[in-house]
């Protein structure tokens, strides 16, 4: 059974740092591309960044890159999601999910497994 669960989540001053974490089971990242997405209170869900367990590649949004990093830890099967710089506007509900392929800027429709999502808030 394909299981993805976030932790790390919290209440964070603006500036400060978060580490999220992708623990999966039932599959290995190796063959999939996992993503981070977030959802914002009346927002849609938008992609923050992905990573390809093929080959590494990477993709970050706009709004976040120079301050998030995704990384894989293949040997305890969990994708990590290191935020720096946080602003109040990355407030959201992240949640990390699996696609069996690639595609450029991490489209949604890819992502078929989904983990119950983790809060990050941030403000002072």
């Known amino acids: 059974q394909v299981r993805l669960a976030e932790s790390g989540g919290g209440l964070v001053q603006p500036g400060g740092s978060l580490r999220l974490s992708c623990a999966a089971s039932?599959?290995?990242?190796?063959?999939?591309?996992i993503g981070w997405f977030r959802q914002a209170p009346g927002k849609e869900r938008e992609g923050v960044s992905c990573?390809?367990?093929?080959?590494?590649?990477?993709y970050y949004a706009d709004s976040v890159k120079g301050r998030f990093t995704i990384s894989s830890d293949n040997a305890k099967n969990t994708v990590y999601l290191q935020m720096n710089s946080l602003k109040p506007e990355d407030t959201a509900v992240y949640y990390c999910?699996?696609?069996?392929?690639?595609?450029?800027?991490?489209?949604?429709?890819?992502?078929?497994?989904w983990g119950q999502g983790t809060q990050v808030t941030v403000s002072s």
């Open positions: 990573i390809s367990g093929v080959d590494g590649r990477t």
């Open positions: 999910a699996a696609a069996a392929m690639w595609g450029m800027r991490c489209p949604i429709g890819y992502f078929g497994s």
């Open positions: 039932g599959f290995r990242l190796e063959y999939y591309t």
